[in-house]
């Protein structure tokens, strides 16, 4: 009787061990093309529990590794010389990934391309229950322009994007606050128009009566120009000259904008965030709004000769630092700041965080 | 004696054959890196022959190949597992290309990516002596908008880039005539911005003073649903619809535009010049000014009903057939049209013939 309880223990734990680990390795076969897809490109996929699959054609190749921040999948080839590797589960949104054939670093044929991680590399969406806040849906759309204007400071032509919102070109003597927003480090301007989706967030917010409409330019924070790990040697001063001397004049003359203090914003994500701070508290004649995205705190002490501030607003991702960011806006708020936090629920450092940061920010400019 | 002279001979002769060999296989060490490789990489590299040399590291790849154009060099390993490949000499200007390692054709990391051949890829440019037509320089600049605009015929919202001349931003009162432009079997709206460059050709032919400032509208003409081969059941109908009911309304509501015939053109390159065909006779009220670049051409008969019409341009390259050409604009000319060729010294079916084709066309128009 004994011996009969204990195998059924047994049998009971030895299922239960089974079940943990089938849900471990488990793979849901409900995948679906990811939908920044390369056109007519059925992979890679992406299933409900965040896997991405992927697959090529490399008939001689010893092996092909799938890579998605640095954690390499094992492809497996079949018969026909066809690859096929499927990673563990993503967090939702955007992540970079490429591929390893024999050792050389590529890019995915199949995947649209974007820029980060200093190149131009494959990008992978997991899908989000939130992402209808960049879906491009049937509202009155804004312009991204993509303009070239003359740095003195860098003596170069240099490229920002801006978005103007609807509207905007046929109200032509209506005059608008503008956000400049940043990337982060080894992204470019084309970061936050393509990943980041800035120009459908702003469509469908200010579709829906949330936020004002207003401009918001993407331009180059300069931020490729050094080595990881040497952040602390980063110089502000040449992207502050472009921003201040050449970048903010050019977009007043050139767009219709209520050009002062009291409707401008400044935001970045990581990197842009720390060049943010940096740019605000050595100019806080310039920017009224402030928003760091993953992208560090300000403290109460910063702000002492800072009159003119109306916002901040810190944000991060609830893998990355939550507690930090949730102390430091409330050290603003008791120093009597119109501080706000935003945590972005489940992911960590990456594109999906700021586009939840972003959604959330516009709402409260310029009101 | 005799057998000094025929050695002598001899030698003389293989000297000239080893001359001649050494002149068609030689390889001018003056590579330079590519202007439009991704930031920071040296390869791939282009020399004054028009040769490509790439390099990639895959230690572990038994063959990997340098392909242009379908045609494809063997590269060769070193010891630390980096290999390099050099091309025949190519002809100036864009033309894309891909790696192939063990079988897989991947682009190639170095390089910026193109859409074209249906799909975003690599691309390589070899310099001419007229590309400043297209260079980036210290000129007032304008601005390149990308639009979504409402699509009733294909119940979807679509993309188009727009492009607005030096001080459309700020002449408020100022309307403006337009050309749509169209891109080539597989490729889309991002091709004639992207690697046609049409709006710094436009921005430079602004400032001399050459052309009158106009916009410049290009929108995907839908030629990547049917099969390479099958151009012959290509049916005009679906991307008329769009351009007539859909696109040219609200460039014309959008946008400060002179919205009549007789300052509105039409253009494109090759399949896009068919689709120009197609769609200005169905259509015969629409359009004062026609080109066809690479794209076909026009015969008198067309144009029985078409009183309104000013320009005619036929252009292709020298190594296309320009022959016909210059007998198509004679015919047109023979008959009482303003029509006007124009054939791309020692080019082909490719890009640099299409930024010289608009670069002649644009001088043209609207005046």
Known sequence: MNYKINLLLT????ADFFCLAQSN?????????SYINQPGHEYPMVNSQGRVRTKIFAPDAKYVKLDIGGVKYDMVKDEEGMWTGVSDPQDIGFHYYQLNIDGASVPDPGAMLFFGACRWGSGIEIPSNDQVIFAVKNVPHGHVHEIRFPSKSSQKTLRAFVYTPPGYEKEISKRYPVLYLQHGYCENETSWPNQGHANFIMDNLIAEGKAK???????????????????RDF???????????????????NFRTLANQENRAMAGLSMGGFETRLISLNRTDLFSYLGLFSGGVYRPGDFKEYETLKLVFISCGSKENPEWVKKAVNELKNAGYHAVSYISDGTAHEFHTWRRSLYQFAQLLFK
Not at 11 to 14: C, R
């Open 25 to 33: 390795d488990m793979v849901i076969e409900d995948f679906e093309p």
């Open 11 to 14: 049998t009971f734990l030895m």
């Open 213 to 231: 409409p207003f401009i918001v330019v993407m331009a180059y924070g300069m931020t490729n120009e050094i080595e990881f790990g040497r952040l």
């Open 235 to 253: 110089d502000i001063l040449p992207f502050q000259s472009v921003l201040v001397n050449d970048l903010i004049p050019y977009i007043d003359s």
